[in-house]
């Protein structure tokens, strides 16, 4: 038996990456009425942004096991609802080429059994910096890179795919790190709304 969501209530699979912005930008996400699935293969932190907030359900996934996220994709659409929304956590080493690790084919092969009548996928990756003190300098030239291919035909149907790219510098106070989490999700919040339903193959960048 699925779960009613709020009316206002989105949807989110959440997948994170070893980074302290995935939890963050989630209990964002949770406390604006929204519902979100947690994967991670990582236990701690899966029951403890569970325990803290009560909008967010952890299940136990790798986030490089492609095949098991796919699983996941139908466990929560059989068990809970129609997902609206996805976010994926990368981190900026491992992408190749501008190509993100986790494909958008796995989403699109979801969103291919959806109702036509649904609104569209949301999939937003969210780009954080390796470590380095480079780092800025070439997120900035990611974004740019983005912005090119964002020109090419790549509109996939049932599916709307946007990038966020997050550079803080890394002497940035916790507090300035958390404020660009923050922003950051309140744009994905409105990216997977019907008011941005036309908002598709954009890249946005977020510097302290």
């Not at 912005?21 to 929204?34: D, P, R, T, V, W």
């Not at 492609?66 to 609206?84: G, K, Q």
């Amino acid at each position: 038996m699925k779960l009613p969501l709020a009316m206002d209530s989105q949807l989110y699979i959440v997948i994170p990456s070893q980074d302290p912005l995935s939890q963050i930008i989630s209990k964002h996400l949770a406390e604006k009425g929204n519902s979100i699935v947690y994967l991670t293969d990582n236990e701690s932190e899966g029951y403890a942004i569970a325990a803290e907030e009560p909008r967010v359900r952890y299940r136990f996934c790798s986030p490089r096991d492609l095949n098991a996220i796919e699983h996941e994709l139908y466990w929560v659409e059989r068990n809970i609802s129609t997902i609206n929304s996805v976010v994926v956590m990368v981190n900026e080493e491992d992408i190749d080429q501008a190509i993100m690790p986790i494909s958008e084919d796995i989403f699109s092969r979801y969103a291919s059994r959806l109702d036509e009548n649904q609104p569209n996928l949301s999939l937003t990756y969210v780009i954080s910096p390796k470590d380095n003190e480079k780092s800025s300098d070439s997120l900035a030239a990611l974004h740019l890179k983005l912005c090119e291919l964002a020109h090419q035909d790549q509109h996939r149907a049932g599916i709307k795919i946007n990038h966020v790219v997050l550079s803080p510098a890394q002497e940035a106070l916790e507090s300035v790190c958390a404020g660009i989490a923050k922003d950051a999700s309140d744009l994905i919040h409105f990216l997977s709304t019907n008011r941005a339903k036309a908002m598709q193959q954009h890249a946005f960048y977020f510097s302290n």
